[in-house]
């Protein structure tokens, strides 16, 4: 690890219990990668129709993160992962109630509407260790671009052509994560870590869509969120 961004992470508390009693807020979608050293601009998201317009044309590769940024994702990440099952519930819950569309793709538990009851359910915990075991592989090979490109285009490209998920729920899942993080990190999820977790979300996002227009994603027409 690098000595800069340990010691910009001193100070951070340890990772907070989940807050599963809480209402779930809508959750914050990344938006454009933010310039190097500026605040991160978030945007909340809420329940209405989202039409997304940019995965065929004009897709600017995101910003590349630099190597400071990529210690800060792995080291924040590993604070995570020690209770990856846990958090891969969290967000995916959140995700699930605030937007109960994306419910359809999943028949064990798209009838469920208790928060309580998705959080006992196995094939939702299971899931969610898939999306957090996905998560850690590109964390663990964010040196090796290649790497990351490769298994993100598996995501996509199954997603794309077995699934039939529309590419805009990754967008949102990854504005579900960044918000989760900032919750359980609290005040230790600083400027400098936010800009990093969204510039890599944005950089998954780019790579995933890139795989879908790769299989030939025909966009459906009538989505709602």
């Known amino acids: 690890m690098h000595t800069l961004y340990s010691l910009a992470l001193r100070f951070c508390c340890p990772l907070r219990q989940l807050r599963r009693s809480s209402p779930p807020r809508p959750p914050l979608i990344p938006s454009s990668v933010p310039a190097s050293g500026a605040s991160t601009p978030w945007c909340v998201c809420g329940m209405e129709k989202e039409r997304e317009d940019e995965e065929t044309e004009g897709r600017e590769r995101p910003e ?9 994702i792995q080291d924040t990440w590993a604070r995570v992962y020690e209770t990856c099952e846990d958090v891969g519930v969290t ?3 959140r995700f699930f109630v605030n937007f109960p569309s994306a419910k359809q793709y999943f028949s064990q538990f798209q009838d469920m509407e208790d928060p309580e009851e998705m959080e006992k359910n196995s094939q939702l915990r299971k899931h969610a260790r898939r999306v957090m075991n996905a998560i ?6 964010l040196h090796d671009p290649e790497k990351v ?7 996509g490209n199954a ?3 077995k699934y039939k998920v529309e590419p805009m729920y990754f967008k949102i899942l990854s504005g579900v994560i960044l918000e989760i993080l900032a919750e359980d990190f609290g005040e230790c999820f600083t400027p400098e870590v936010q800009t990093s977790w969204t ?9 995933i869509t890139g795989a879908y227009t790769e299989a030939g994603w025909v966009k459906l027409s009538s989505s709602a969120v």
């Open 64 to 72: 590349p993160l630099t190597d400071v940024e990529r210690g800060i």
């Open 91 to 93: 967000i995916l819950i």
């Open 136 to 141: 850690n592989t590109v964390v663990e090979n």
């Open 149 to 155: 490109s490769s298994v993100l285009g598996l995501v």
């Open 159 to 161: 997603h794309a052509l």
């Open 199 to 207: 510039k890599l979300m944005a950089a998954l996002y780019w790579h």
